[in-house]
């Protein structure tokens, strides 16, 4: 099955999808094969990953597609991609839609802000005109189906906290983009459960909710509940990373190699112990033996010193 389609059905089964985010292919990977069944790629955590900088549109559509084509060729499950506001206005969002889906996601969400964006949890925010909005995801609809009707359009409305927004504008806006094409309305930012009821109660699609920030953090199980189809984790990948390198990078700046040392003695038994294995050395070596002539495999792997595969 496509991962297109996969990805459309989690959507629209009873149980919520639970996706945790990532920001580059190694902790996609790592999110893989603990067992989530899709992986969302965050633009706060490409941003701050990629570039070391803020999540106020700084990143290209370049730079992020080309993100997104790293993750999803590292994975085999769904990957649900952010694409920003589109890079532009309703004619670039057809040339973002194409290349997205030639990236190998599943899905991509596109927000309503004014261009440069912003992280929307952080005040600033201004939305495009209703009308342009909607020709956006116009657009963006007619590209998929030119190319793979599977894949999943997310139109994200930052109206809930933006300039002259409010959580009315933001149910008519996202009522207003299901009507224009879009397959999932992601609201964002409400501020109580109430709100999450009404977004859920009032716009004619499914919703996907973003558990950070300003929102409410609930639980799966209260989101399940609510309605809500699927929930996303952005920033995870990304504060686990800043925690853990923070501070072995402090204990090795006060002990030297011993804090290495006794790093490495805390991750015996763990799954990413051998970080030849994870990084697919194995892999790589049944390959050869598959495609290379045999002599020349065994001839390499016992002549030389290092790790074995």
């Not at 290209?60 to 993100?67: A, C, D, P, S, V």
């Not at 224009?180 to 009032?202: C, M, N, Q, T, Y």
């Amino acid at each position: 099955m496509k991962r297109t389609t996969a990805f459309r059905h989690l959507l629209t089964r009873p149980e919520i999808l639970v996706m945790p985010g990532c920001y580059n292919a190694v902790t996609a990977k790592i999110l893989a094969q603990v067992g989530f069944e899709a992986i969302y790629m965050s633009g706060y955590g490409v941003s701050v990953g990629l570039l070391g900088m803020p999540d106020v549109g700084l990143t290209t559509m370049t730079e992020m597609h080309t993100t997104a084509r790293y993750i999803a060729n590292a994975v085999s499950v769904p990957v649900l991609a952010d694409a920003d506001t589109g890079y532009g206005n309703a004619i670039n969002v057809l040339r973002t839609v194409r290349e997205y889906i030639q990236t190998g996601v599943a899905g991509i969400h596109i927000e309503d802000q004014v261009t440069p964006k912003r992280c929307g949890h952080v005040s600033g925010k201004m939305l495009i005109p209703l009308e342009e909005a909607v020709g956006k995801y116009r657009a963006a609809d007619a590209a998929r189906q030119e190319l793979d009707p599977d894949f999943v359009l997310i139109a994200r409305t930052d109206a809930r906290n933006a300039v002259g927004g409010g959580l009315e504008e933001a149910i008519r806006r996202g009522n207003a983009y299901a009507q224009a094409g879009a397959d999932v309305i992601f609201v964002e930012a409400p501020l109580s459960v109430e709100e999450i009821e009404r977004v859920v109660k009032e716009i004619d699609a499914p919703i996907l909710y973003n558990n950070t920030g300003i929102s409410p953090r609930l639980s799966v199980e209260e989101l399940q509940q609510l309605g809500v189809a699927a929930v996303i984790y952005p920033t995870l990948s990304l504060q686990a990373t800043l925690r853990g390198v923070w501070d072995l990078a402090q204990d090795l700046k006060k002990r030297g190699t011993q804090a290495v040392l006794d790093f490495l003695a805390e991750m015996k038994g763990h799954p990413l112990e051998d970080q030849h294995r994870f990084a697919g050395f194995p892999e790589i070596r049944k390959l050869e033996e598959e495609f290379l002539p045999s002599e020349e495999v065994m001839r390499k792997y016992e002549a030389s010193e290092g790790y074995q595969p």
